[in-house]
């Protein structure tokens, strides 16, 4: 029977998913084209049923099955708050706590083992979801349905254990991983943290004690520009660069220098206008910086009491007086201070607003608006996204029965449908309602009254309506969930990827392998974010200890491998496309300058990251760039597109910087320190190819290695066939780079022209692209 | 040059589907999309409210629509639709439904069993509730039909709409056309000069497909083997967009929604576009139900007009399936009382569709007066009381196997590998 209930039950999971599903389907291709000759591999350690049905645990039966049941039928009420909460089964939801799936299913267990000898010691669960005796819900499920079904294999399980056990890896989870040599580690490293390449001091002090790369981390961090890293990292999670008018934000009323800048159409008053804006709208990501920079616990997010200012937005919040900055006019520097009360804001003019880091963002919270009947319910979505992981929306995906809704006063509440979700979301909600989206101080005696106010199980106390969010900040910074979300977080800055999600469906291809990658990533994430706690919540743990982790550090692996193998580990590695921000600091980087677009007069591919919606750079968006507000999500893979936007990059970077690079002082070349333009000589142009080779794509070749051989010929056939056509008159004598709009270089030889191909062929290659 | 042998084995490389006929060779030995369905999915984020549109049930005591009687809905052939009313004249309904009626085909009744926005754009995209891992019907279909990646805009999504591909073809936004026309050729710079000679152009090129060859043979990772083998082809099939300037008209409308149906149905009539999931959003109406509705509802069919009238312009209109539908319904009561008052999410959806193919003047499914889906008969193709646990609903996987059926991908291996439960087959395209 319960092979049959495993396909037949399959329709109820689903209760676990949210992140993005980065394990879904992939099927790694077979041999047929010679990749995965060696299918050797380990295999799972999978129980399977005599007719070959994946044996599943009790576990997994409960959190894919049972416990989708029981979100759809039981959680409406069985909670605490809910109109069953006086009873003695209540379960928690994952919004209470981070343990609710261990919790309930031992609850239920102990449920499903007792044992009514009035009807053939039939469990007291189903009897009353059938209402055979009294319920309060009345009858929730029709017998022998197929939930009827569901319920009795769970109860079964519960008082007869399966001995199908949780899959786990036939040997060491990372068994066959090639590792990120130091050297690519450090390249990575000042990439993405530093936007640079690694000095020469870094790769010999890496490349004779590869354990010094944990200082060259910190020195990182430490760096302006580990904080512009951060910055955008944290933009594309708050989204504020997608906010149209941030100074619509605050209220006049309460702020009343807020348009201080307002004056005669002159370009100081629209200096001014935007530097207030750009003050206005980065306060909240300024908030994160301030907090990392300073090793402040990264709990200050949702407890810090202040918030930050530029010297613009500063006169607009009337606290100049509270900060001294070395440059008035620089609209870059941010410090923090306290925003007084008075004015309209409900709050006495001798006391400050009470802030509590992000929580208190009027702009922050201006980017999610709530409405009059929404009440704040979105802000509560994005609050136990962000801040704990729980994903709201999907707590209870499946709802059934709606068409009992009619007649039944506030089904939010009464409803197990609505309440299923809303006694999670609304008490958190209504915290919310404390300040309205103006920072103005709605009086608890005017709250709309959803559920009681509270978090996670424990009410508002009486004494902090006044200050309800700040409670709920010391709340929340205090939950278990917050640092496995921060590391989360952390993960996603790093590699543009959501963590996997626990896979739901049983029946699917690989069930077991998707577990496993799922557990061992889990576990990761509980390591790293364990070690945060222990290191005083310090943010740069987190990026240190994930730039350290060997889940993103895999060179290859040793061997082919099996479908199933991959799917265990295909999450494993950074190996994400760059986004258009770090395409351009790459070629920044490596080129001194930035991929310019000669006609439009400014930036070909990034945008005024973090700061505007101002997007002059025509291949920003093109390049799966995000505006924050209609895209919202980076694209996993390149399209065609995409492939044109590279194709381009790559003709137009090389164009400009080749030719031009000769003119240079041969101590003072990015490119070709090596040879002379006109160089021809085998040996000197390998030497060149193998500093072209490190430089544009991280790879330390011998000058005899078969890439530099590979390129060699190309720059060489290419080079002959361009002497022979200036001299037969198809091509011109001249480098042709008055198309970069650069001057024109004498180029008889071709040699120039040569070496811009090399640089198309390097800058076309993966390991450009990737990091 | 890239030859379809070379196709074949970056779309195996990076777990996609095949060359099908549909695809005839393009100059540079790919394959463009010449023949075959076209699928545009026009989704009404945030979920629409039907009674204002398809499914119209007029006022009752507490809820449905303030804003018309029951005796007020209008009708064309066997079509019933939501009437213009006082404070919303505007409304483009009567317009739309009087020009393609004889067209339409209407599901209503559509159960979704869900309220959340999420799982309901996921259901309604890919039949399958419970998976976050299936690939949206739009997605599989251009996979299918199909060498994947060779097209370089072959699945174009906007918005929110949910466009998991399954790792079976990369996903597209075309939004910016200005800079798109210089994309079209990238080896001839703005002023008609080429970056290089076609000799080292050549040589390059043959030198990178060597270089690809050589790091996906050694590589073993699999995401790494597939990011390689995406990006080549992705470099690849970027010379096709040459085909797309025949087609992109001079300006593009301001409006984001019309241009994103002038954008998609352009690749399409270029041949490098199968399908698209286009969006417009704002539909979430828990506050001013009607006003806010009424102004979408009308723009949203404004919409569809244009994509039709397009299609007509590019002679691709017999080509086109339209799929027209939202994550969920509207709620059949108000939830507050004021001048603001709105709808929540209700499970109880519907669905249009024009195509050719399509049964025009038709409508699948019913629901109650009060807005709850009726069960169906799949037998006689009717609907009928429902029963719990004993009479169907139909649900978005009764939709996406229609549709997997009605476009012919339905044994196709993709279709298997991402195959939807084993149950009860309602086919909303029965004639």
Same mark, same amino acid.
């Given at each position: 029977m319960k092979i049959l209930l495993l396909f037949t039950l399959?329709? #109820?999971?689903?209760?676990?998913?949210?992140?993005?599903?980065?394990?879904?389907?992939t099927t790694i291709p077979k041999?047929?084209?010679?990749?995965?000759?060696?299918?050797?591999g380990p295999n799972p350690d999978l129980s399977v049923e005599e007719d070959g049905i994946p044996c599943v645990s009790d576990k997994i039966f409960f959190e894919n099955n049972t416990s989708q049941f029981l979100f759809q039928y039981c959680k409406g009420c069985h909670?605490?708050?809910?109109?069953?909460?006086?009873?003695?089964?209540i379960m928690k939801t994952r919004a209470d706590s981070d343990d609710s799936l261990a919790y309930n299913h031992g609850l239920f267990d102990e449920w499903a083992k007792k044992e009514n000898p009035d009807h053939d010691n039939a469990s007291p669960l189903r009897l009353k979801a059938l209402n055979i005796i009294p319920h309060?819900?009345?009858?929730v499920i029709q017998e022998d349905s197929d939930n009827d079904v569901l319920l009795l294999e769970a109860i079964n399980r519960a008082r007869n254990p399966s001995a199908c056990k949780e899959p786990t890896p036939?040997? =060491?989870? #990372?068994?066959?991983v090639v590792p990120t040599t130091p050297y690519a580690q450090l390249r990575r490293a000042t990439m993405l943290l530093g936007s640079r390449l690694p000095t020469a001091e870094e790769i010999t002090q890496v490349d004779e004690n590869p354990n010094t790369i944990d200082g060259i981390y910190d020195a990182l961090m430490s760096d302006p520009a580990f904080f512009d890293f951060l910055k955008r990292g944290w933009m594309d999670l708050l989204?504020?660069?997608?906010?149209?008018?941030?100074?619509?934000?605050?209220d006049e009323g309460r702020f $009343?220098?807020?348009? +201080? +800048?307002?004056?005669?159409?002159t370009p100081e008053t629209n200096r001014n206008r935007l530097a207030t804006l750009k003050g206005i709208r980065q306060a909240p990501v300024q908030l994160i910086l301030h907090i990392v920079r300073n090793g402040d616990p990264f709990t200050g997010v949702l407890t810090a009491d202040y918030t930050m200012v530029n010297p613009f937005s500063a006169k607009s919040f009337d606290v100049e007086d509270q900060v001294s900055f =070395?440059? $008035?006019?620089?609209?870059n520097a941010f410090l923090p201070v306290r925003l007084k009360g008075g004015g309209n804001s409900?709050? $006495?003019?001798e006391q400050t607003y009470p802030h509590s880091g992000l929580l208190s963002s009027s702009v922050f919270w201006r980017r999610h608006p709530t409405t009059p009947t929404n009440l704040n319910r979105t802000r509560t979505k994005v609050f136990f996204k962000l801040f704990?992981?729980?994903?709201i929306l999907t707590l209870a995906p499946r709802v059934s029965g709606?068409?009992?809704?009619?007649?039944?006063?506030n089904p939010l509440v009464n409803f197990e449908q609505c309440s299923v979700c809303h006694i999670v979301m609304d008490p958190v909600a209504t915290i919310f309602?404390?300040?309205?989206?103006?920072?103005i101080r709605t009086p608890f005696e005017d709250w709309v009254p959803l559920?009681?106010?509270?978090f996670s199980g424990v009410d508002l106390p009486d004494?902090?309506?006044?200050?309800a969010v700040r409670w709920l900040g010391e709340q929340a910074s205090m939950d278990r969930r917050f640092p496995i979300a921060m590391t989360m977080n952390a993960y996603f800055i790093l590699t543009q990827r959501e963590v996997l999600i626990a =896979?739901?469906?049983?029946?699917?291809?690989f069930f077991a392998q998707k577990r496993i990658a799922y557990e061992a990533q889990q576990k990761e994430i509980k390591r790293i974010s364990t070690r945060f706690v222990e290191d005083n919540y310090n943010f740069k743990t987190l990026i240190k200890l994930w730039l350290a982790s060997p889940h993103l550090n895999i060179?290859? #692996?040793d061997k082919g491998i099996t479908e199933g193998r991959a799917e265990e580990i295909d999450?494993?590695?950074?190996g994400n496309i760059l986004s258009p921000e770090n395409l351009q600091r790459k070629i920044i980087a490596i080129f001194?300058?930035? +991929?310019?677009d000669e006609y439009e007069?400014?930036?070909?591919?990034?945008?005024?990251?973090?700061?505007?919606?101002?997007?002059?750079?025509?291949?920003y968006s093109l390049f799966d760039?995000?505006?924050?507000?209609?895209?919202?999500r980076r694209l996993k893979d390149p399209s065609g597109l995409n492939g044109a936007v590279m194709n381009l990059m790559a003709e137009e970077v090389a164009c400009q910087n080749t030719a031009i690079?000769?003119?240079?002082?041969k101590g003072e070349?990015?490119?070709? =320190?090596?040879?002379?333009?006109?160089?021809?000589e085998e040996t000197l142009v390998r030497k060149n190819m193998v500093y072209l080779f490190e430089r544009i794509l991280g790879q330390r070749l011998k000058p005899d290695d078969a890439d530099i051989t590979t390129a060699y010929t190309l720059w060489s056939d290419i080079q002959k066939d361009g002497e022979a056509g200036v001299l037969d008159g198809r091509?011109?004598?001249?480098?042709?780079v008055e198309e970069c709009r650069n001057n024109s270089f004498g180029d008889d030889l071709y040699t120039m022209r040569s070496w811009r191909a090399i640089v198309v062929y390097l800058l076309s290659n993966y390991y450009f692209f990737y990091q | 040059m890239m030859d379809r042998r070379d196709f074949l084995k970056l779309a195996a490389f990076s777990g996609m589907s095949v060359l099908t006929p549909n695809l005839l060779a393009d100059q540079n030995g790919g394959a463009l999309y010449t023949e075959g369905l076209f699928f545009i999915n026009v989704f009404a984020g945030g979920g629409w409210d039907v009674t204002m549109f398809c499914d119209p049930k007029g006022h009752i005591d507490g809820g449905?629509?303030? @804003?018309?009687?029951?005796?007020d809905i209008q009708s064309t052939g066997n079509i019933s639709y939501a009437p213009p009313t006082p404070?919303?004249? /505007?409304?483009n309904n009567q317009h739309f439904f009087e020009k393609y009626a004889s067209e339409l085909l209407i599901v209503n009744?559509?159960?979704?069993?869900?309220? /959340?926005h999420l799982a309901g754009t996921r259901y309604a995209a890919?039949?399958?509730?419970?998976?976050?891992?299936y690939p949206s019907f739009a997605a599989l279909y251009a996979a299918t039909k199909s060498d994947?990646?060779?097209?370089?805009?072959g699945y174009l999504s906007y918005g929110?709409?949910? /466009?998991?591909t399954a790792n079976l073809l990369p996903v597209s936004r075309l939004q910016d056309v200005d800079s798109l026309r210089r994309l079209?050729?990238?080896?001839?710079?703005? @002023?008609? /000069?080429?970056?290089?000679s076609e000799f080292s152009t050549q040589r390059v090129a043959e030198a990178l497909k060597k270089q690809n060859e050589k790091q996906t043979k050694a590589q073993f990772h699999p995401r790494t083997k597939r990011n390689m083998a995406t990006l080549y082809t992705a470099q690849l099939s970027a010379?096709?967009?040459? @085909?797309?300037s025949r087609h992109l008209p001079a300006t593009l409308p301001e409006s984001p929604f019309e241009r994103q149906i002038v954008l998609s149905l352009a690749a399409c009539a270029a041949g490098i576009c199968i399908s698209a999931d286009l969006e417009l959003g704002g539909?979430?109406?828990?506050?001013?139900n009607e006003a806010r509705q009424s102004v979408l509802l009308d723009e949203y069919t404004k919409g569809i007009e244009l994509l039709l009238e397009r299609a007509e312009t590019l002679n691709i209109r017999e080509r086109v399936l339209v799929m027209m539908t939202s994550e969920f319904s509207r709620t059949?009561?108000?939830?507050?009382?004021?001048?603001q008052i709105g709808k929540d999410h209700w499970p109880v959806n519907s669905a249009m569709f024009i195509g050719p193919g399509v049964p025009g003047n038709k409508v699948v499914g019913q629901t109650t007066e009060g807005h709850f889906a009726m069960g169906f008969d799949p037998a006689n193709h009717v609907a009928i009381p429902y029963v719990e646990d004993q009479t169907l609903r139909i649900t978005p996987r009764h939709i996406s196997e229609s549709l997997r059926k009605f476009t012919g991908i339905s044994t196709s291996e993709n279709a298997k590998k991402f195959a939807l439960k084993d149950g009860d087959v309602i086919d909303i395209f029965q004639a």
């Open positions: 399959f329709v #109820l999971a689903g209760c676990f998913e949210g992140n993005l599903d980065v394990s879904n389907a041999n047929d084209v010679g990749i995965l000759d060696d299918l050797s909670v605490k708050n809910g109109n069953a909460s006086m009873t003695a089964f309060g819900g009345e009858k036939a040997g =060491p989870y #990372l068994d066959g989204h504020v660069r997608g906010l149209e008018s941030p100074d619509g934000a605050y $009343p220098n807020m348009s +201080w +800048w307002n004056g005669p159409d =070395p440059d $008035p006019l620089d609209e409900g709050i $006495p003019a704990l992981d729980v994903n709606a068409d009992k809704i009619l007649g039944i006063d309602q404390n300040f309205n989206e103006d920072g559920y009681d106010a509270g004494t902090r309506t006044q200050d =896979p739901s469906d049983t029946s699917v291809a060179k290859n #692996l999450a494993l590695g950074l001194g300058k930035e +991929w310019f007069g400014h930036s070909a591919i990034d945008n005024e990251v973090g700061d505007s919606l101002v997007n002059n750079a025509n291949f760039g995000i505006n924050s507000r209609e895209t919202t690079d000769f003119e240079k002082a070349r990015l490119l070709f =320190p090596f040879i002379d333009a006109t160089e021809r091509y011109s004598s001249s480098s042709a | 449905l629509s303030q @804003e018309y009687q029951t005796g404070n919303f004249p /505007a409304n009744g559509i159960d979704t069993t869900t309220n /959340a890919t039949g399958n509730l419970q998976s976050t891992s994947g990646n060779s097209l370089p805009l929110s709409v949910y /466009a998991n079209v050729d990238t080896n001839v710079h703005r @002023e008609g /000069a080429r970056f290089r010379r096709k967009l040459k @085909e797309l539909f979430d109406s828990h506050d001013n059949p009561v108000y939830n507050t009382t004021g001048d």
